[in-house]
């Protein structure tokens, strides 16, 4: 990966990506639960509401499409990890939503310019 | 919706099926996913076709999950061919292209990664299957538009890039591109005397009356002939002669010949339709799948069918081995080749005279007379040597020739004038120009095609020539199915002599042809005359 890029601007990246994904979620109507919630299988980005299903939602942020787009970094081993962590979130929150969905916002923030957000829902 | 469907076709054997080629593109987990049975080259489509569509300056939706069915699902498929459809279908999908520019067009061709369209073996046989199911347009690669247009009523485009065929489909200008090198390698071998075949001629034999009138009517029929006789009697240099006999093609025979080369992977670009029948000499040392076709993966006609319409020549028949004989039987009768697999299966078309030689024992030398016997082989090895010959194979030749060594006389004879090729196809042309009168809206075209059964009802010999053919059967000297074949014969040799229907000269002509007694020519000719 980028050696140049310090780890300290590559968390700002990220945390600016994922406030812009919350901003973007919020606005369609959707309620924010849990934010950056960690435990020993990893991190949850976001943890909302829309309606009565339960959004799990990964966050992926990109300053260029150097190294692909965001969503290419989502693959299978990734949508398996968030599942478990979806069932630990749940277990420890003991919520029973009528649904579990898991999202993917990619956000692409180019050195000039807006950044383009795209919010892809239930990852399978 | 995005969502898009395009065509290709699908070759088992020398049949072709129509697949559908559905793209989806939608949100989820990024990926390319390839669903409907392909193997392991055709799995690897989905990486030519994403860097065909990013060089060629187009957009691989490489946000989105693709999904690629081809349908029908069940069955295998295997073969580059279908990465052209595969890739128009994804940008037909992510709306790169209108929907409706991809209708009733049959897409086919190799990508390159810098989007160049390469060719791929088979492409007429595709084509004629499209046109069976109602398709008009192919897209197919440029070198091999050709082979596509032999299809009369389809419309080719022939084009050499992925950029070209997206431009065509928009409907916008076609942009330039570098031409793809050909499917085939250039010949690397040539050599002097390699149409050594077309500059052969009957004039250059002398004597030989017997085998030439044999030959004669081989070809004028369609027969399957059988040559005898010691070395060096001349049975290879007649049987080269063969196809020099043989009128050109007609259109229909023409294109499945050519369909089936295509096929074989053998057909250069730029050869056009093959018109001359074909002639193919293996070696013994062939084994069965190049002879009678197979191979492993796709299943690939042999050398039997790529002889269709033409002469497949087997010389030193008995040295060939035991099972590319018995598999010969099958072909001999039917005219067609059925190869059946654990997962597919194919028929190809073998109707080519086949003609066989054979010493009468492995050195070559025996002879029934013992003052010119110089043979040298047991007994044993020549009973084994002639079990080969006899049996079922020969029971469906239909003549069996003796070629006896030049006689001393003949072979100074300065002033016999032997026949030119020219002389005896225009011949065999007459004769066959009857023999397409007679079956005129059958399904075959030659006395050695026609079936028996309805040969004895529809054309039967005149009583007395039906009596003597009869006789033979019921003495025990004639087979039934070799009554058949003498029934055929009989017509070809009436064909020849322009007589209206076979009677008893020509039904003895036909019986000794047959058994390989000498022919009485001389009587022959002075009751024609």
Redesign the interface.
Known sequence: MSGSRSAVSKQALGAYGESVALRHLVEQGMVLLDRNWRCAGGEIDLVLRDGDVLVICEVKTRSSLAC?????A???LK?TRLRRLAARWLEEHGVRPRDVRIDLV?VLRPTRGASVV?H????? | MAFATTRTIALQGASGHLIDVQADVSPGVVGTTLVGRPDVSLNEARDRCRMAVVNSDLDWPSTRRITILLSPADMAKRGTHFDLAIAVAVLGASGQLPAAALEDTVFVGELTLSGGLRGVPGVLPMTLAAAARGITRVVVPEPQASEAAMVPGMSVFGMRSLAQVVAELQGVEVPEAAPVAPMSGARLLSWRGEERLGELDLADLRGMDDARYAVEVAAAGGHHLMLSGPKGAGKTTLAERIPGLLPDLDPTESLELTAIHSLAGALEPGDGRLTRPPFFAPHHDASKASLLGGGTGRVRPGEISRAHCGVLFLDEFPLFRTDVIDGLRQPLESGEVHLARGGESATFPARGMVVLACNPCPCGGYHAQARHNTCDCSELKRRVYRARVSGPVSDRIDILRHVAPLSPHDATDRFAEPESTATVRSRVEAARRRQAERYAGCSWRLNGQAPGPLLGDAWPLEPAARRAVDDELYAGRLTSRGAVRVHRLAWTVADLRGVERPGLAEADVALRLRTGEPLDLATLARRAG
């Open positions: 692909g787009s965001p969503h290419e989502v693959g299978q949508l990619a795209e892809v829902r239930g990852l399978s």
